[in-house]
């Protein structure tokens, strides 16, 4: 009877853990420029203030085990492709990263967000513990990465997600700060550029060169 008490408990943290999760993601779409407070999560999540405070110390934590719960889906995803039987392509990876990173509104001005908060307001332990974990996901796709193509050396896969991972919020950043200083008569900005088109020519040029044409092995 306890641990099956201890088991609901248990299960119930997770799924207040989530609803928690899921307020917070609802807030930042509606407004992605700002970042809520706990007060506004909570009221989001229909629950007290000081029960948000139970799982997360502040917002910076709070937005971090969002975005980190994002990040996890992307990886997930690959790493159960890359674990299969069934051949990978570029193709596939780049589906998965328009799919998990760049359609769903809040996932890069999070990921910038989230940048700037480990370099200033997260507690260092928390931003080592995050890096961890993110180290782990990236050295598992890596790997995966470099038993489906074999012109990747060892080591490869995992660099050669960085760089996209570096492409994708760099070229994110860019149309941003483009749109936001338009020129001024209407003439077009010669840095004026279409994000997803732009971002999907160069991560399958990255991706093609390194290795190779995107044949699996």
Not at 6 to 35: C, F, M, T, Y
Not at 44 to 70: D, I, M, Q, S, W
Not at 199 to 214: F, H, I, N, T, Y
Request: proline content about 6%.
């Amino acid at each position: 009877m306890v641990i099956r008490q201890r088991a609901i408990q248990a299960e119930d943290k997770q799924v207040r853990h989530g609803a928690i999760l899921d307020a917070a993601e609802r807030l930042l779409a509606r407004s992605p420029e700002r970042v809520a407070s706990v007060s506004e999560v909570a009221d989001e999540a229909g629950l007290a203030k000081g029960t948000v405070y139970l799982y997360f110390p502040g917002k910076e934590e709070l937005l971090l085990a969002l975005h980190e719960r994002n990040v996890d889906g992307f990886f997930r995803e690959l790493i159960a492709r890359l674990d299969g039987a069934a051949p990978v392509t570029v193709e596939h990876v780049l589906e998965l990263t328009h799919a998990h990173m760049v359609a769903p509104p809040t996932f890069l001005p999070l990921a910038a967000r989230c940048f700037g908060m480990m370099a200033q307001s997260l507690p260092s332990e928390i931003a080592l513990e995050f890096k961890q974990r993110m180290a782990e996901r990236l050295q598992r796709a890596g790997a995966g990465l470099e038993r489906h193509f074999p012109a990747l050396a060892p080591g490869e896969g995992l660099r050669l997600l960085r760089h996209s991972y570096a492409l994708i919020l760099g070229l994110w950043q860019m149309s941003g700060a483009t749109a936001a200083c338009p020129i001024a008569g209407g003439v077009a900005a010669p840095l004026a550029f279409s994000y997803p088109e732009d971002l999907d020519r160069a991560l399958l040029a990255l991706w093609r060169g390194v290795v190779g044409a995107g044949r699996p092995a």
